[in-house]
Protein backbone atom coordinates (compact mmCIF):
# COMPACT_ATOMS: atom_id res chain seq x y z
CA UNK A 1 0.00 0.00 0.00
CA UNK A 2 1.41 3.72 -0.91
CA UNK A 3 1.57 6.69 1.26
CA UNK A 4 0.29 9.35 -0.96
CA UNK A 5 0.42 8.31 -4.67
CA UNK A 6 -1.31 5.57 -3.62
CA UNK A 7 -4.20 7.56 -1.90
CA UNK A 8 -4.57 10.25 -4.34
CA UNK A 9 -7.64 9.97 -6.06
CA UNK A 10 -9.92 7.21 -5.78
CA UNK A 11 -11.49 7.89 -2.62
CA UNK A 12 -13.43 10.42 -4.08
CA UNK A 13 -14.93 8.27 -6.43
CA UNK A 14 -15.48 5.60 -4.22
CA UNK A 15 -17.66 8.38 -2.28
CA UNK A 16 -18.72 9.99 -5.65
CA UNK A 17 -20.23 5.63 -5.76
CA UNK A 18 -22.29 6.47 -2.84
CA UNK A 19 -23.52 9.43 -4.01
CA UNK A 20 -24.77 8.29 -7.00
CA UNK A 21 -27.54 6.07 -6.06
CA UNK A 22 -29.60 8.35 -7.83
CA UNK A 23 -33.26 7.81 -7.55
CA UNK A 24 -33.63 7.69 -11.65
CA UNK A 25 -31.17 4.75 -12.05
CA UNK A 26 -32.72 2.14 -9.78
CA UNK A 27 -35.47 1.83 -13.00
CA UNK A 28 -32.45 0.47 -15.14
CA UNK A 29 -33.31 -2.57 -16.44
CA UNK A 30 -30.75 -5.60 -15.40
CA UNK A 31 -31.89 -8.36 -17.03
CA UNK A 32 -29.73 -8.13 -19.76
CA UNK A 33 -26.99 -9.52 -18.09
CA UNK A 34 -23.34 -9.16 -18.72
CA UNK A 35 -22.08 -12.94 -18.98
CA UNK A 36 -23.48 -15.04 -21.58
CA UNK A 37 -25.93 -17.99 -20.21
CA UNK A 38 -24.00 -21.14 -19.31
CA UNK A 39 -21.11 -19.96 -19.76
CA UNK A 40 -18.04 -17.48 -18.35
CA UNK A 41 -16.12 -14.96 -19.37
CA UNK A 42 -12.55 -14.14 -19.07
CA UNK A 43 -11.02 -10.09 -19.25
CA UNK A 44 -7.53 -9.43 -18.50
CA UNK A 45 -6.47 -6.02 -16.76
CA UNK A 46 -3.92 -3.54 -16.29
CA UNK A 47 -2.62 -2.81 -12.19
CA UNK A 48 -1.62 0.17 -11.75
CA UNK A 49 -1.22 2.30 -8.72
CA UNK A 50 -3.34 0.23 -6.94
CA UNK A 51 -5.92 0.61 -9.56
CA UNK A 52 -7.78 -2.27 -11.39
CA UNK A 53 -8.08 -0.87 -15.46
CA UNK A 54 -9.69 -2.93 -17.78
CA UNK A 55 -10.74 -1.86 -21.71
CA UNK A 56 -13.80 -1.72 -22.84
CA UNK A 57 -15.74 -0.19 -26.51
CA UNK A 58 -18.14 1.88 -25.30
CA UNK A 59 -20.79 2.58 -28.43
CA UNK A 60 -19.79 0.38 -30.69
CA UNK A 61 -16.34 1.95 -31.73
CA UNK A 62 -15.09 3.63 -29.01
CA UNK A 63 -12.21 1.85 -27.19
CA UNK A 64 -11.92 3.25 -23.31
CA UNK A 65 -10.00 2.68 -19.87
CA UNK A 66 -12.04 2.13 -17.24
CA UNK A 67 -11.73 0.97 -13.76
CA UNK A 68 -13.76 -1.86 -12.15
CA UNK A 69 -15.60 -0.37 -8.78
CA UNK A 70 -16.81 -2.97 -6.56
CA UNK A 71 -17.45 0.29 -3.90
CA UNK A 72 -19.80 2.09 -6.56
CA UNK A 73 -22.80 1.34 -7.50
CA UNK A 74 -23.63 2.90 -11.10
CA UNK A 75 -21.54 3.56 -13.93
CA UNK A 76 -19.65 6.96 -14.50
CA UNK A 77 -18.19 8.66 -17.39
CA UNK A 78 -15.79 11.03 -16.19
CA UNK A 79 -16.05 13.69 -18.65
CA UNK A 80 -18.98 15.00 -20.83
CA UNK A 81 -16.91 15.45 -23.84
CA UNK A 82 -16.75 12.11 -24.51
CA UNK A 83 -20.20 12.00 -25.66
CA UNK A 84 -19.82 13.82 -28.84
CA UNK A 85 -17.12 10.62 -29.75
CA UNK A 86 -19.73 7.82 -28.95
CA UNK A 87 -22.24 10.13 -30.68
CA UNK A 88 -24.97 10.17 -27.79
CA UNK A 89 -26.62 13.39 -27.35
CA UNK A 90 -26.71 14.90 -23.71
CA UNK A 91 -29.09 13.38 -20.69
CA UNK A 92 -31.17 14.68 -18.34
CA UNK A 93 -29.07 17.06 -15.87
CA UNK A 94 -28.45 15.99 -12.52
CA UNK A 95 -26.53 17.81 -9.66
CA UNK A 96 -24.00 15.91 -7.15
CA UNK A 97 -22.63 16.97 -3.70
CA UNK A 98 -18.96 17.31 -3.45
CA UNK A 99 -17.06 14.78 -1.31
CA UNK A 100 -16.72 17.83 1.07
CA UNK A 101 -20.59 18.61 1.01
CA UNK A 102 -19.99 22.05 0.14
CA UNK A 103 -20.19 22.22 -3.51
CA UNK A 104 -22.53 20.77 -6.17
CA UNK A 105 -21.38 19.65 -9.33
CA UNK A 106 -23.23 18.98 -12.55
CA UNK A 107 -23.85 15.66 -14.62
CA UNK A 108 -26.21 13.77 -16.50
CA UNK A 109 -27.89 10.15 -16.49
CA UNK A 110 -27.46 8.86 -20.23
CA UNK A 111 -29.73 6.16 -20.88
CA UNK A 112 -28.43 2.85 -22.43
CA UNK A 113 -25.02 3.52 -24.18
CA UNK A 114 -23.68 0.07 -25.41
CA UNK A 115 -20.73 -1.02 -23.80
CA UNK A 116 -19.36 -4.66 -24.19
CA UNK A 117 -15.94 -5.70 -22.83
CA UNK A 118 -13.79 -8.81 -24.22
CA UNK A 119 -16.44 -11.62 -25.03
CA UNK A 120 -19.10 -10.53 -22.69
CA UNK A 121 -22.48 -9.83 -23.62
CA UNK A 122 -22.75 -6.49 -25.33
CA UNK A 123 -25.38 -4.53 -23.07
CA UNK A 124 -26.69 -1.41 -22.86
CA UNK A 125 -26.42 -0.06 -19.91
CA UNK A 126 -27.01 3.67 -17.68
CA UNK A 127 -24.32 5.96 -17.40
CA UNK A 128 -23.65 8.97 -15.15
CA UNK A 129 -21.69 11.50 -16.69
CA UNK A 130 -19.94 14.17 -15.42
CA UNK A 131 -19.88 17.36 -16.90
CA UNK A 132 -16.07 17.98 -16.87
CA UNK A 133 -13.51 15.77 -15.44
CA UNK A 134 -13.50 17.05 -11.85
CA UNK A 135 -11.03 14.11 -10.87
CA UNK A 136 -8.06 14.21 -13.24
CA UNK A 137 -7.75 10.68 -12.74
CA UNK A 138 -4.96 10.36 -15.59
CA UNK A 139 -2.51 12.52 -12.86
CA UNK A 140 -2.56 9.33 -10.61
CA UNK A 141 -2.76 6.50 -12.83
CA UNK A 142 -0.57 8.01 -15.56
CA UNK A 143 -2.75 6.87 -18.36
CA UNK A 144 -6.11 7.93 -19.63
CA UNK A 145 -8.87 6.78 -17.96
CA UNK A 146 -13.09 7.02 -18.97
CA UNK A 147 -14.68 6.64 -16.33
CA UNK A 148 -15.72 3.32 -14.23
CA UNK A 149 -17.96 0.23 -14.16
CA UNK A 150 -19.72 -0.07 -10.79
CA UNK A 151 -22.03 -3.20 -9.15
CA UNK A 152 -24.85 -2.80 -11.15
CA UNK A 153 -22.92 -3.99 -14.36
CA UNK A 154 -21.94 -7.46 -12.17
CA UNK A 155 -25.12 -7.88 -10.80
CA UNK A 156 -26.87 -11.63 -11.09
CA UNK A 157 -22.65 -12.75 -11.62
CA UNK A 158 -20.34 -14.58 -9.73
CA UNK A 159 -16.63 -11.72 -10.13
CA UNK A 160 -13.27 -13.56 -9.69
CA UNK A 161 -10.09 -11.62 -9.41
CA UNK A 162 -6.80 -13.00 -9.96
CA UNK A 163 -4.24 -10.37 -9.10
CA UNK A 164 -1.38 -12.22 -10.11
CA UNK A 165 -2.60 -13.13 -13.44
CA UNK A 166 -3.95 -9.63 -14.02
CA UNK A 167 -7.24 -11.75 -15.09
CA UNK A 168 -10.93 -11.25 -14.39
CA UNK A 169 -13.92 -14.07 -14.67
CA UNK A 170 -17.27 -13.49 -14.81
CA UNK A 171 -19.00 -16.55 -14.31
CA UNK A 172 -22.87 -17.15 -15.01
CA UNK A 173 -23.98 -18.37 -11.56
CA UNK A 174 -25.37 -21.63 -12.77
CA UNK A 175 -21.84 -22.90 -13.91
CA UNK A 176 -20.00 -21.61 -10.76
CA UNK A 177 -19.27 -24.51 -8.45
CA UNK A 178 -16.75 -22.78 -5.31
CA UNK A 179 -13.34 -24.48 -5.13
CA UNK A 180 -13.69 -27.42 -2.69
CA UNK A 181 -9.99 -26.45 -1.66
CA UNK A 182 -8.84 -26.19 2.29
CA UNK A 183 -7.35 -22.96 1.99
CA UNK A 184 -10.36 -20.90 0.51
CA UNK A 185 -11.66 -19.40 3.20
CA UNK A 186 -15.55 -18.72 2.81
CA UNK A 187 -16.92 -15.69 3.88
CA UNK A 188 -20.82 -14.48 4.46
CA UNK A 189 -21.39 -10.98 2.34
CA UNK A 190 -24.07 -8.87 2.84
CA UNK A 191 -24.92 -6.96 -0.30
CA UNK A 192 -26.96 -3.36 -0.88
CA UNK A 193 -26.78 -1.34 -3.72
CA UNK A 194 -24.46 -4.05 -5.29
CA UNK A 195 -22.05 -3.06 -3.20
CA UNK A 196 -20.21 -5.64 -1.06
CA UNK A 197 -19.74 -5.87 2.78
CA UNK A 198 -18.00 -8.09 5.62
CA UNK A 199 -17.92 -8.02 9.23
CA UNK A 200 -14.34 -8.42 10.46
CA UNK A 201 -12.97 -6.85 13.40
CA UNK A 202 -9.76 -4.54 14.62
CA UNK A 203 -7.82 -5.01 17.32
CA UNK A 204 -6.54 -1.46 19.01
CA UNK A 205 -3.33 -0.79 20.96
CA UNK A 206 -5.31 -0.88 24.04
CA UNK A 207 -6.18 -4.24 23.35
CA UNK A 208 -9.56 -3.88 22.45
CA UNK A 209 -12.15 -5.90 19.88
CA UNK A 210 -14.03 -3.97 17.80
CA UNK A 211 -16.06 -5.23 15.58
CA UNK A 212 -16.58 -3.77 12.35
CA UNK A 213 -18.30 -3.30 8.71
CA UNK A 214 -16.36 -3.07 5.57
CA UNK A 215 -16.58 -2.12 2.24
CA UNK A 216 -15.11 -4.39 -0.32
CA UNK A 217 -13.84 -1.74 -2.72
CA UNK A 218 -11.96 -2.47 -5.81
CA UNK A 219 -11.75 1.02 -6.59
CA UNK A 220 -9.56 2.32 -4.09
CA UNK A 221 -5.90 2.10 -4.05
CA UNK A 222 -6.21 2.86 -0.39
CA UNK A 223 -5.07 -0.61 1.59
CA UNK A 224 -7.24 -0.39 4.81
CA UNK A 225 -9.44 3.09 5.74
CA UNK A 226 -11.39 3.43 9.04
CA UNK A 227 -13.89 6.37 9.72
CA UNK A 228 -12.80 7.04 13.27
CA UNK A 229 -15.77 8.53 13.88
CA UNK A 230 -17.83 5.76 13.84
CA UNK A 231 -17.41 3.52 16.50
CA UNK A 232 -16.77 5.43 20.04
CA UNK A 233 -13.46 3.01 20.91
CA UNK A 234 -12.20 3.95 17.28
CA UNK A 235 -9.71 6.54 17.76
CA UNK A 236 -6.74 8.21 16.33
CA UNK A 237 -3.77 6.32 17.95
CA UNK A 238 -1.29 8.49 19.55
CA UNK A 239 1.07 8.89 16.92
CA UNK A 240 -0.10 9.60 13.30
CA UNK A 241 0.33 11.88 10.54
CA UNK A 242 -1.87 14.03 8.77
CA UNK A 243 -2.40 14.17 5.50
CA UNK A 244 -4.55 14.69 2.25
CA UNK A 245 -6.22 11.24 1.91
CA UNK A 246 -7.87 11.64 -1.61
CA UNK A 247 -9.22 14.49 -3.89
CA UNK A 248 -12.43 14.82 -4.10
CA UNK A 249 -14.67 17.29 -5.93
CA UNK A 250 -14.44 20.16 -3.66
CA UNK A 251 -10.66 19.41 -3.49
CA UNK A 252 -8.16 17.29 -1.17
CA UNK A 253 -9.47 14.97 1.83
CA UNK A 254 -7.84 15.62 4.84
CA UNK A 255 -6.88 12.75 7.15
CA UNK A 256 -4.86 10.75 9.05
CA UNK A 257 -1.89 7.51 8.05
CA UNK A 258 -1.37 5.40 11.28
CA UNK A 259 -0.82 1.60 11.99
CA UNK A 260 -3.55 -0.70 13.76
CA UNK A 261 -2.52 -3.57 15.93
CA UNK A 262 -4.86 -6.00 14.13
CA UNK A 263 -7.27 -6.30 11.63
CA UNK A 264 -8.73 -9.78 11.53
CA UNK A 265 -10.79 -10.54 8.46
CA UNK A 266 -12.15 -13.76 9.92
CA UNK A 267 -10.46 -16.35 12.73
CA UNK A 268 -7.98 -17.45 9.89
CA UNK A 269 -6.66 -14.21 7.86
CA UNK A 270 -5.38 -11.18 9.90
CA UNK A 271 -3.15 -8.52 9.37
CA UNK A 272 -0.74 -6.61 11.76
CA UNK A 273 0.38 -3.59 12.57
CA UNK A 274 -1.42 -2.72 9.27
CA UNK A 275 -0.95 0.52 8.03
CA UNK A 276 -4.20 2.33 8.22
CA UNK A 277 -5.96 5.04 6.78
CA UNK A 278 -8.45 7.01 9.47
CA UNK A 279 -10.78 9.87 8.38
CA UNK A 280 -13.50 11.59 9.89
CA UNK A 281 -17.01 10.29 8.27
CA UNK A 282 -18.92 13.01 9.53
CA UNK A 283 -17.19 15.98 7.97
CA UNK A 284 -17.56 14.40 4.85
CA UNK A 285 -21.10 13.01 4.07
CA UNK A 286 -23.99 12.07 5.53
CA UNK A 287 -23.70 8.73 7.17
CA UNK A 288 -26.77 7.01 6.08
CA UNK A 289 -25.44 6.60 2.55
CA UNK A 290 -22.20 4.45 3.85
CA UNK A 291 -25.07 1.95 5.13
CA UNK A 292 -23.37 2.05 8.50
CA UNK A 293 -19.86 0.52 7.98
CA UNK A 294 -16.57 1.55 9.49
CA UNK A 295 -14.26 1.35 6.79
CA UNK A 296 -12.97 -0.53 3.37
CA UNK A 297 -10.61 -2.42 2.26
CA UNK A 298 -9.26 -1.62 -1.51
CA UNK A 299 -6.98 -3.05 -3.97
CA UNK A 300 -3.30 -3.35 -2.30
CA UNK A 301 -5.01 -5.51 0.68
CA UNK A 302 -7.71 -8.09 -1.46
CA UNK A 303 -4.60 -8.33 -4.05
CA UNK A 304 -3.16 -10.51 -0.94
CA UNK A 305 -5.71 -12.66 -2.28
CA UNK A 306 -7.51 -14.69 -4.98
CA UNK A 307 -10.77 -12.83 -4.84
CA UNK A 308 -14.48 -14.35 -5.71
CA UNK A 309 -17.20 -11.94 -5.02
CA UNK A 310 -20.73 -13.81 -5.24
CA UNK A 311 -23.32 -11.69 -6.14
CA UNK A 312 -26.32 -14.15 -5.71
CA UNK A 313 -25.66 -16.11 -2.52
CA UNK A 314 -23.51 -13.56 -0.70
CA UNK A 315 -20.50 -15.47 -0.39
CA UNK A 316 -16.90 -14.17 -0.69
CA UNK A 317 -14.58 -16.57 -1.15
CA UNK A 318 -10.66 -15.73 -0.42
CA UNK A 319 -7.29 -17.93 -1.33
CA UNK A 320 -4.36 -16.21 0.43
CA UNK A 321 -1.41 -15.86 -1.25
CA UNK A 322 1.79 -17.34 0.24
CA UNK A 323 2.91 -14.49 2.69
CA UNK A 324 0.05 -12.59 2.35
CA UNK A 325 0.11 -11.11 6.08
CA UNK A 326 3.85 -9.59 5.58
CA UNK A 327 4.34 -5.62 5.60
CA UNK A 328 3.07 -3.43 3.17
CA UNK A 329 5.21 -1.17 0.88
CA UNK A 330 4.59 2.28 1.00
CA UNK A 331 6.08 5.84 0.13
CA UNK A 332 9.10 6.77 1.93
CA UNK A 333 9.99 10.09 0.32
CA UNK A 334 6.96 12.17 1.67
CA UNK A 335 5.73 13.58 -1.58
CA UNK A 336 2.52 13.03 -3.46
CA UNK A 337 3.87 12.76 -7.19
CA UNK A 338 1.12 13.44 -10.32
CA UNK A 339 1.40 12.87 -14.38
CA UNK A 340 1.10 15.73 -16.40
CA UNK A 341 1.38 17.48 -20.08
CA UNK A 342 -0.09 15.93 -23.07
CA UNK A 343 1.19 12.85 -23.20
CA UNK A 344 1.20 12.50 -19.21
CA UNK A 345 5.33 12.10 -19.27
CA UNK A 346 5.50 14.87 -16.84
CA UNK A 347 6.12 14.49 -13.00
CA UNK A 348 4.93 17.22 -10.63
CA UNK A 349 5.59 17.34 -7.11
CA UNK A 350 1.48 17.76 -5.91
CA UNK A 351 2.00 17.79 -1.97
CA UNK A 352 4.95 17.26 0.33
CA UNK A 353 4.68 15.82 3.89
CA UNK A 354 5.84 18.20 6.49
CA UNK A 355 8.68 17.00 8.22
CA UNK A 356 9.33 14.28 5.71
CA UNK A 357 12.86 13.38 3.66
CA UNK A 358 11.24 15.29 0.92
CA UNK A 359 10.51 18.29 3.20
CA UNK A 360 13.69 17.91 4.95
CA UNK A 361 15.99 17.69 1.20
CA UNK A 362 13.34 21.34 0.69
CA UNK A 363 11.88 19.83 -2.44
CA UNK A 364 8.52 21.89 -2.77
CA UNK A 365 5.05 21.53 -4.47
CA UNK A 366 5.36 22.67 -8.42
CA UNK A 367 8.56 20.93 -8.30
CA UNK A 368 8.71 18.94 -11.76
CA UNK A 369 11.15 15.72 -11.31
CA UNK A 370 14.15 15.68 -14.26
CA UNK A 371 15.75 12.56 -13.43
CA UNK A 372 16.03 9.79 -9.98
CA UNK A 373 19.45 8.46 -9.50
CA UNK A 374 20.65 7.99 -13.56
CA UNK A 375 17.32 7.47 -14.81
CA UNK A 376 15.79 10.10 -16.64
CA UNK A 377 11.86 10.54 -15.41
CA UNK A 378 10.55 10.55 -19.20
CA UNK A 379 11.88 7.09 -19.70
CA UNK A 380 10.31 5.78 -16.91
CA UNK A 381 6.12 5.61 -15.99
CA UNK A 382 4.60 7.32 -12.83
CA UNK A 383 3.96 3.65 -11.55
CA UNK A 384 7.51 3.25 -11.89
CA UNK A 385 8.50 5.85 -9.93
CA UNK A 386 6.26 5.46 -7.35
CA UNK A 387 8.08 1.82 -6.73
CA UNK A 388 11.27 4.25 -6.65
CA UNK A 389 9.59 5.60 -3.91
CA UNK A 390 8.59 2.69 -2.01
CA UNK A 391 12.10 1.38 -1.87
CA UNK A 392 13.34 -0.17 1.85
CA UNK A 393 13.93 2.44 4.24
CA UNK A 394 17.92 4.10 4.48
CA UNK A 395 17.96 4.22 0.73
CA UNK A 396 19.70 7.18 -0.99
CA UNK A 397 18.26 9.11 -4.03
CA UNK A 398 19.85 11.73 -5.75
CA UNK A 399 16.54 13.65 -7.55
CA UNK A 400 17.48 16.03 -10.13
CA UNK A 401 14.32 18.93 -10.30
CA UNK A 402 13.14 21.60 -12.81
CA UNK A 403 11.73 24.52 -10.55
CA UNK A 404 11.02 28.07 -12.49
CA UNK A 405 12.93 26.78 -15.66
CA UNK A 406 16.48 26.07 -13.68
CA UNK A 407 17.64 22.75 -12.77
CA UNK A 408 18.46 21.77 -8.77
CA UNK A 409 19.51 18.54 -7.11
CA UNK A 410 18.39 17.26 -4.39
CA UNK A 411 19.24 14.20 -1.90
CA UNK A 412 17.19 12.14 0.45
CA UNK A 413 16.70 8.61 2.40
CA UNK A 414 13.78 7.19 2.34
CA UNK A 415 12.77 6.77 5.86
CA UNK A 416 9.33 4.83 7.63
CA UNK A 417 7.45 8.41 7.88
CA UNK A 418 4.43 6.11 9.47
CA UNK A 419 6.33 4.43 12.52
CA UNK A 420 8.26 7.07 13.90
CA UNK A 421 8.77 10.89 13.84
CA UNK A 422 10.37 12.42 10.82
CA UNK A 423 14.05 14.14 11.21
CA UNK A 424 17.06 14.56 8.69
CA UNK A 425 17.90 14.26 5.33
CA UNK A 426 21.30 13.15 3.45
CA UNK A 427 23.98 16.07 3.40
CA UNK A 428 26.97 14.24 2.67
Same mark, same amino acid.
Given at each position: MGFFTYRAVLL???????????QA???QNNQLLLVPSGQKVEIPFSYINGFIVIKAILAGNTEVNLLLDTGAENLI =? *???????????SPGKEILLKGADLSQDV???ICRKIPIQ????? =????? *??VLEENYLNFEETIGIGIAGLIGGRMLWGSVLNIDYKKRKIVLYDKNIFEAENDPYVQTLDLEIVDNKPYIQSSVQLYTGEEVPIKLLLDTGSSLGFLLFYDTHKELQLPPYSIEGPLARGLGGYIQGYLATIK????NN??? *?NSLITNYQKLNQVVEPRIYNNRNGIIGNPLLSRFNVTIDYVDNKLYLKAIKNYNKAFDFDRSGMIVCASGPKLSDFIVKHVL????AYYADIRPGDKIHRINWVLSKLSSLDQINKKLKRKEGSRMKIILVREGEKISKKIILQDCIRRPLTGTWNN
Open positions: AIYLLGGLCSVLHG =L *FNKSILDKLGIKAQINKAN =LVSKD *FITLRLSLY *FKGSP
